[in-house]
């Protein structure tokens, strides 16, 4: 049996209130946990026996005997509208498409099927409640949608989201938790309020962190790095998103850089960031890449943003048993182009992936610009697969 599950069976046994995957808090499992028990979580397929045919042809199994994870991560994932008025853009355009909310990701929808594990940043609450804090009143955006369109994520492929940004708060505390409680009825792993997410992929199991860092770095020089550190003792692999940065900038601050780097020097395998509601370019540093931002995805926050374009991070982690146990490497990135509305003239918030060159060449040219300044900046962004 494999180790993760006497984890899991020991953290039932002493933290029954924690059972429900998705909702374990930092504080507890970190310090109920035994080390030793979760030492190594990874059984490999044998390659000198008899059963190696069989168990290369498995699913999980790459022919090598290895197994390869392929995670994308997107930017700002905003549907449904604000209470306060009787009408607005989304359930404006929703009529159009007889009230189905999944006409928005028709068009990304097989390429976050194909992958293992999708990220977004959810950007706002699933309630019916119209209830809003005396401090979000005067906001000029506050997002809502009925809590069934969390099908949204759960039908099209999306397995995860960052719940730690702006307007998570937009209706309250109650509220915040109320959209945790329906993400996790519909099994979708969800990270943020100082909680971990944990997910397990083909047998290896991935831990999530949410931060939202705006105003609140000298919160999180110590917290994040510690976080982190105990995250990587219990998981193989430890996500990390940051919201963070300032709207509509185009390169990080120096204070993501420095955020973003101490999150991998503490032990994160990949930075997701978004904020900005811009692309901003990719880090390569110390084995690890950090995105600064991934810009909107699927954006009903505004009718025409000045900028629609954007891109899907893909990365992959192949996971091989080596001398010394569980041995992970990186097997490279690419990004995806996308518009975030199939349309020129207007946002449709129907993410659409570029195929004309001229629009992907701008792309390029935006992420090869803004990173000019960064010291680990990639030199290419690829739009396919590196060759085996």
Known sequence: ?????????????????????????????????????????????????????????????EKDGSILITITGTGDFTVGGDTRKSSNIWYTELKKHDGDPNFALKNIRDVLLEDDLTIVNFEGTLTNSTYIPASKKENQFLF????????????????????????????????????KSHLDNAGVVWSGDGQLGVIEIKGIQIAMLSYLTIDRYEQLWDKVPADIQAAKELY??????????????????????????????????????????????????????????????????????????????????????????????????????????????????????????????????????SGEDLAYVVDEYPTEWPAN
């Open 236 to 369: 193989p692999i430890v996500i990390v998103s940051f919201h963070w940065g300032n709207e509509k900038d185009y390169s990080p601050t120096n204070n993501q850089i420095k955020m973003g780097r101490l999150a991998v020097d503490s032990g994160a395998d990949l930075v997701l960031g978004h904020h900005s509601h811009r692309i901003n370019p990719i880090e390569y540093y110390n084995g690890v890449y950090i995105c600064y931002s991934l810009g909107n995805f699927c954006f009903a926050g505004n009718s025409k943003p000045s900028d629609m374009s954007s891109y899907l991070f893909q990365t992959r982690f192949r996971i091989r048993e080596g001398e010394n146990g569980q041995e992970i490497t990186n097997e490279g990135f690419r990004i995806i182009p996308i518009r975030i509305s199939s349309r020129t003239d207007r946002n449709d918030f129907i993410p659409t992936v570029h195929t004309k060159e001229s629009s992907i060449d701008a792309i390029m040219t935006t992420l090869h610009e």
């Open 1 to 61: 049996m494999r180790k993760f599950a006497l984890l899991l069976a020991l953290l039932m046994l002493t933290l029954p209130a924690m059972a429900e995957e998705g909702e374990i808090t930092l504080e507890d499992i970190f310090e109920n946990a035994d080390p030793d028990v979760v030492a190594d979580t990874w059984i490999p397929a044998p390659q000198d026996s008899d059963d190696a045919m069989l168990v290369a042809t498995d699913s999980i199994y």
């Open 144 to 179: 809502s949608a009925p809590p069934e369109y969390v099908s949204m994520l759960t039908d099209n492929g999306i397995e995860a989201v960052s719940l730690e940004n702006n307007h998570v708060l937009d209706h309250g505390q109650e509220v915040w938790d109320e959209t």
